[in-house]
C-alpha cells in the first residue's frame, strides 16, 4: 500500500494511467478523511454520526486455478469513521489488476480484497461478491420527492442559509433526484439521488430543495458532500435525529452510495433506477 496521504498530489485521478492486468495491492490511494472533519470544525472523537459508504463493483472478474475467468458483482462497505476514503480510480485500477491473475477459490478473492481495502482504508472493510443472476431489483427511496416544487434557483454553490426549521416537531422522510456534484479533480459530474429523514422541528421544503440544488457546481468527494449536507442540516435545523443517505450514478463500474446517520445502524443497499 502506498504511505498514507493527505492530498491529491499523486494520485491517479486526472492523470493518463497504465491498465494492470495483474493483482497489485498498491495501487490503491488513500485519503485522509480528517481532512474534511476539519473543514466541518469537529474532529474524529467528535463526529455526530454513524455510518457508511457502500461501494457497488459491476466490472469484477479474476481466473480460476484453471485460467477460467470468473465474473461477479462486489459490494464494499467502508466505515465512515476509518481513517481514509479510497480514491475512486485507484480503485478501479486495483480491481482490474484482478483480471488476468489466477486464484485457487472465490473465498480467496474475498478475504484478499477485505485485506487490503481494510488496510487501505484504515477500518474494516465488509466484502460480499454477487453472482449476476441474483442482482438486486429497482428500488425507490421512501417517503416524499421533493422534485416537483416550484422553487426560484439563484445558488450553485453550497448555500446552507437555505435551510430554515420552525414549528411542528414531526417525522419526515424526504428525498430529490437533482444532487449533482463535480469531480474535485477532473470537473465531470456526479449525480445522485438524495434521501433525508428526520426528526424535530419542520425543515422548509423549499428551502432544502434550494440547499440540495446548490451543490451543483461544487467540487468535493462523494462522501464529502454527504457528510456536509449532514452537518449543515444538523447545525442549521438541529433535529433530533438525522440520517442522510445518496445515491451515486456508477462511473467506471463503481458507483459510490454514502450513508450518515445521528442513529447508529446499516442500511440497506437500495439499487435505484438510475442505477
Known sequence: MKDHQTGLEHAPLGADTQYINQYDATLLYPIARHLNWQAQGVERAELPFHGCDIWNAYEVSWLNSRGKPVVRLA???????SENIIESKSFKLYLN????????SEAQVQLRMAEDLSGAAGGVVEVQLKPLDNSDSIAQFEGECLDELDVEVTDYSPAPERLVATGE??????YSH???SNCPVT???????????????????????????SYREHGDFHEQCVESIFMDIWNHCKPEALTVYARYLRRGGLDINPWR?????QPDNLRLSRQ
Not at 75 to 81: G, H, K, N, Q, S
Not at 98 to 104: A, C, E, H, K, Q
Not at 206 to 211: H, I, R
Open 97 to 104: 489488476s484482478f483480471n488476468l491473475t489466477r486464484f485457487d
Open 169 to 174: 416537531v414531526v417525522c419526515e422522510s424526504l
Open 261 to 265: 446517520s445521528s442513529q447508529a445502524g
Open 75 to 81: 459490494e464494499f462497505r467502508i466505515p465512515a469513521d
Open 178 to 180: 437533482l444532487l449533482k
Open 187 to 213: 470537473g465531470q459530474p456526479d449525480w445522485a439521488s438524495i434521501a433525508i429523514e428526520y426528526r424535530g422541528a419542520t425543515i422548509d421544503r423549499e428551502g432544502l430543495l434550494q440547499y440540495l440544488i
